[in-house]
């Protein structure tokens, strides 16, 4: 009852401020945020512990299912769940052939407004830097997330992104800031806030949303608590902390959220070799020529597709006796509930420890050589963080346990957005406009 009566008092005090004064939002996502890192000062991360104290944080920040970076950064741009999104997974998927080579870079296949078209309806200006899902949206100031895989796409990461960007964008960035392209994904992160502060300057975006890459890819291939772990946290830090440095607080509300989550992985399962062993998966020379059950996977969890839903008991019953100790089966009912993986007969989720291979042709179970990370999991198991600063946040404002699905409407709530489209009404900081 204690803590109620000081969340009230809290949201009178809020709205009693000026709230109105918002006339921006920044959203940063860093990808891969665990909470610990701004709760635990024996992280090197001085800028999002800073963030904590002078301004709103949440215990911890629940992803959707499954907890990767595309489905998630799409409902942070759309506040509503996978299975009205669209977007269930990093890679896309056809029908017929399962698993594609291409990723799921293209706007077009989001099938909820987003926050960037909300905005235009308001007539605001918006800008987007690397943010998943983002080719070919209608964003003002654009440099899309969207990089080279040999037989999904041609040319280099660095042409697919100029084609992709804004005209001219680019160079007159190269040219502002003296920077050459990044090369990495840490060359990336510092590179952002020169690229963004030269936006800032010279196109003052009402809306910019920005997605920080080298946290998530450190921490899957050193494991979330690795020494690589910490030196790559510390450098995000700091990346914050020159954006930061160039946002004026007294307009501007940011937003710094993360997608998910980690977990340590040490053993790695392939459930298609299952379904190959069954003869439910025809190959040929490494290649797979058809199928008729088939796990698409997403780190920790996978989608369960059943072409001849005749086969659905023998499936289902597989699943179960060959995955105690290793998994969680999901039914269809399960899966509706979470709002994802439509089209899916049913799912699975991997406990702590393990993780999930698309292959087939590999065996069931294999030790990692070291420690590595891994999400995708059931949400609950592995939370991301949420922090905001701006006009109207009074210092150390503490906002609970927060699910994803709230960032977007809270977002939509500072510019005065109309988003009733989304699942959650957001957090009504400050009296509507």
């Known amino acids: 009852m204690k803590s109620l009566v000081v969340w009230l008092l809290l949201m009178s005090s809020l709205a009693a401020q000026s709230g109105a004064g918002v006339q921006k939002v920044v959203l940063i996502s860093l990808d891969g945020l665990r909470p610990e890192f701004y709760l635990d000062s024996s992280w090197p991360a001085p800028c999002l512990q800073r963030l904590c104290r002078e301004g709103a944080w949440a215990r911890s920040l629940t992803s959707v299912f499954p907890s990767i970076t595309y489905a998630n950064h799409t409902s942070l741009a759309t506040g509503v769940s996978p299975i009205r999104h669209g977007i269930d997974c990093n890679v896309d998927f056809d029908w017929e052939e399962g698993p594609k080579l291409g990723w799921n870079w293209e706007a077009k296949k989001i099938t909820a407004p987003t926050l960037w078209q909300l905005a235009r309806r308001r007539k605001l200006t918006t800008a987007a830097f690397s943010w998943p899902v983002s080719v070919g949206a209608p964003i003002d100031y654009l440099v899309p997330e969207v990089f080279s895989i040999p037989g999904a796409n041609q040319g280099s990461t660095e042409e697919l992104i100029r084609q992709h960007s804004t005209a001219g964008l680019i160079d007159a960035i190269q040219s502002e800031s003296g920077l050459s392209f990044p090369v990495s994904f840490a060359d990336w992160d510092a590179w952002l806030p020169a690229a963004v502060g030269y936006v800032w300057r010279t196109r003052q975006p009402g809306l910019t949303m920005i997605h920080m890459l080298n946290l998530d890819w450190t921490q899957h291939r050193f494991g979330p608590d690795s020494p690589e772990t910490r030196t790559a946290l510390s450098q995000l830090d700091r990346n914050l902390a020159r954006l930061l440095e160039q946002v004026d607080l007294t307009d501007t509300m940011v937003v710094?959220?993360?997608?998910?989550?980690f977990l340590e992985v040490t053993r790695v399962l392939a459930p298609n070799r299952l379904f190959l062993d069954q003869g439910w998966i025809e190959v040929k020379a490494g290649r797979m020529l058809s199928w008729k059950v088939l796990a698409?996977?997403?780190?920790?969890?996978?989608?369960?597709?059943?072409?001849?839903?005749?086969?659905?008991?023998?499936?289902?019953?597989?699943?179960?006796?060959?995955?105690?100790?290793?998994?969680?089966?999901?039914?269809?009912?399960?899966?509706?509930?979470?709002?994802?993986?439509?089209?899916?007969?049913?799912?699975?989720?991997?406990?702590?420890?393990?993780a999930l291979s698309p292959a087939f042709d590999v065996p069931l179970e294999v030790k990692t050589e070291r420690t590595l990370g891994q999400h995708g999991h059931l949400p609950e198991r592995l939370p991301t963080g949420w922090l905001m600063i701006g006009p109207g946040i009074p210092a150390g404002l503490e906002l609970g346990d927060r699910s994803l699905l709230e960032v977007a409407p809270t977002?939509?709530?500072f510019l005065d957005l109309d988003c009733r489209s989304m699942e959650s009404p957001g957090l009504e900081l400050f009296p509507k406009r």
């Open 296 to 354: 698409r996977s997403n780190g920790g969890s996978a989608a369960i597709y059943v072409k001849d839903k005749s086969l659905l008991p023998q499936v289902e019953g597989l699943l179960g006796r060959r995955g105690r100790g290793w998994w969680q089966l999901l039914t269809r009912q399960q899966l509706d509930e979470r709002k994802t993986f439509p089209g899916a007969s049913l799912g699975l989720s991997v406990y702590p420890g393990y």
């Open 411 to 413: 977002v939509g709530r």
């Open 256 to 261: 710094v959220v993360g997608d998910h989550g």
